[in-house]
């Protein structure tokens, strides 16, 4: 069944908070005694009686861009470190690593997270997709990457792959309510960009967006504007 639509404000918050939050309580439990309660096992059971991973090694399933994959991690990687080190997808950037800068952000059953705040044991058994698995297999790109190119949504790109998941979380929380300016600003306030000063990649959301009814996109100020 389709999940409720949520408004721009609710999915900045949700990020915000999912990433902390359950990081820290994750984080906790595998620094601490080097070992962890899964997700998939957290299932109620006797008191005492919780599986544990690790501290070793433990097997993880998970549905990379739609593709199985098998890997063997220690409780206390990341979900961005197994993408990076251990599957070789490295298109989720680490570049702050402590959940401040939204370059590693991917989605994990249609959320965005920030794969540097999740341990990857959490994602056993769930569906990840990262930049890799947004362009058509055929290297169609997809129509934001697309109007971040033809906006100047990007300088050194560092910030890209990050970018362009919270707008493709955004697009399909909002497949058919109206988005303005301000929604896009809103999520995409945890992901930093260095280079492009936002302007051009505000314009390439809203482009590809759905736009209010009695708001023109034309009337965004811009010092770059489209090209056509
Ligand atoms: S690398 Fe994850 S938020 Fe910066
Ligand atoms: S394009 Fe360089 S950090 Fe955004």
Redesign the pocket.
Known sequence: MRRKKQKPEEIAARKDNFSRRDFLKGASVAVSGGLLVTEAQAAPKAPGAEAVAGPGRVAISLRINGKAQKVNVEPRVTL?DALRDYLDITGA????????????TVLVDDASV????MLAVQADGRRVETIEGVASPDGTLHPIQEALSRHHGLQCGYCTPGVVMTLVELQRECSNDPIDEHDVRRALSGNLCRCTGYQGIVEAALAVLPKPLDQSRDMIPTSCAPLR
């Open positions: 961005l950037k680490k570049v702050c690593d402590r959940g401040v800068c939204g370059a590693c920030r794969a540097c705040l």
